[in-house]
């Protein structure tokens, strides 16, 4: 009887998770939409803040966090790839590669505001780039690089040995036989982590609070070497430290949808490329 009832259980266990984990994503996300889509608009997201920040819209926040996101992605992606490749195509299986492999993870694990004091003495005074996009950027691709090299590590190691043998016995040198084989079939896994990774740095904020987010620019950032302004730190602002906390209420939740948005659409581009690549298998 009992043999019979547990599969119920787990399955009722199971299904009582998920309904609660989406219940209270739910919630959240109604909280979000029915306090924030009355500030949505076409002007909300194409001017600046004016009057102290209690009036007009985010576009030098939402300008600030693409920039900071494609320099991340510059910044991150080719360093990661090339390191995953190495640690998972060329290096011996030694003492040192698991060491490398478990500090790798290690760093993966260390608080993100750990990563901004470090942006803060190594670009900001260490390299005196000073308060920056460029210092922001860097620190949020350090924050990203052992991410990168984890998911793209495990993309590259679903690619069976088989390919490799089967392209070095017809004469091709390993490095064809990456380039030409193993890279392929491992790319939707090496994107979808990657695209992944950038979502998670496109919403970080104690990296980028000491090395080049401002509270208030009436332009969009326009150089490297210039501060800028962002969505999660702009959220933040105007949700903790606003002196008119309750008058601009309505732009933090507009703000947070916006955000919202932004990093549903990059999530949704990940799956949509796993997708393509299942329909092609």
């Not at 926040?61 to 990661?80: K, S, W």
């Not at 460029?134 to 190691?157: F, M, Q, V, W």
Request: net charge neutral.
């Amino acid at each position: 009887m009992m043999k019979k009832l547990t599969p119920i259980i787990e399955w009722g266990t199971l299904l009582l998770t998920t309904g609660l984990v989406c219940f209270f994503l739910l919630a959240i996300l109604w909280d979000l939409i029915s306090k924030g889509s009355s500030s949505l608009s076409w002007a909300f997201i194409s001017t600046s803040p004016s009057d102290g920040m209690t009036k007009g819209g985010i576009l030098p926040a939402i300008i600030g966090t693409v920039l900071l996101t494609l320099i991340t992605a510059l910044i991150a992606a080719p360093f990661g790839i090339c390191c995953a490749i190495y640690l998972n195509e060329y290096a011996e299986d030694s003492w040192l590669t698991r060491i490398i492999r478990a500090s790798i993870r290690n760093l993966a694990g260390v608080p993100s505001i750990i990563y901004g004091l470090f942006g803060l003495a190594l670009f900001v005074q260490g390299l005196q780039m000073g308060t920056s996009l460029l210092a922001a950027g860097l620190t949020l691709g350090l924050l990203s690089l052992p991410y990168i090299i984890i998911t793209t590590e495990e993309a590259l190691r679903r690619v069976p040995n088989s390919m490799r043998q089967a392209a070095l016995a017809v004469g091709a040198t390993q490095f064809e036989s990456i380039r030409d084989v193993v890279l392929p079939s491992a790319i939707p896994g090496m994107l979808t982590g990657l695209v992944l990774t950038l979502s998670r740095a496109a919403g970080e904020t104690a990296p980028i609070l000491f090395t080049g987010v401002a509270f208030y620019i009436n332009k969009p950032a326009g150089y490297l070497n210039q501060e800028f302004m962002a969505l999660p730190y702009h959220l933040y602002m105007l949700s903790t430290q606003h002196q008119a906390i309750e008058q601009v209420r309505p732009l933090a939740y507009g703000t947070a949808l916006v955000l919202i948005i932004v990093v549903f659409f990059l999530n949704l581009s990940a799956f949509y490329i796993r997708y393509q690549h299942s329909k092609h298998e």
